[in-house]
């Protein structure tokens, strides 16, 4: 069955760097769009960032130029670099999978990991 497995979160200082990774299994991950996610209580998850088959990439205007998506197809992994790390990226980060190209829609993506914890103070 798919897994998404994510890791690399934590607490890190204001203007710190983090690097989130994603291991993917069950499925053909060279060939299915991949983003990531974040959710805060009370509020809607939004798309970070995502990148699609051929490695085309969407970030959202938040995180542009200071958060990076990558992928390594022959280890099924997906990377978020997150530099210049604030306080407002504070929440819980969510790696998915879906077929909607480099989209940031929540409703493109199929199969979700359980998240991981960013604390920026």
């Known amino acids: 069955h798919v897994q998404l497995v994510e890791s690399g979160g934590g607490s890190v200082q204001a203007g710190g760097s983090l690097r989130l990774s994603c291991a993917a299994s069950g499925y053909t991950f060279s060939r299915s769009s991949v983003g990531w996610f974040r959710q805060a209580p009370g509020k809607k998850r939004e798309g970070v960032a995502a990148i699609d088959r051929d490695g085309h990439t969407s970030y959202a205007d938040s995180v542009k130029g200071r958060f990076t998506i990558s992928k390594d197809n022959a280890k099924n992994t997906l990377y978020l670099q997150m530099n210049s790390l604030r306080p407002e990226d504070t929440t819980t980060y969510y790696c998915?999978?879906?077929?909607?190209?480099?989209?940031?829609?929540?409703?493109?993506?199929?199969?979700w990991g359980q998240g991981t914890q960013v604390t920026v103070s």
């Open positions: 998915a999978s879906g077929g909607g190209g480099s989209c940031l829609s929540v409703d493109e993506y199929n199969y």
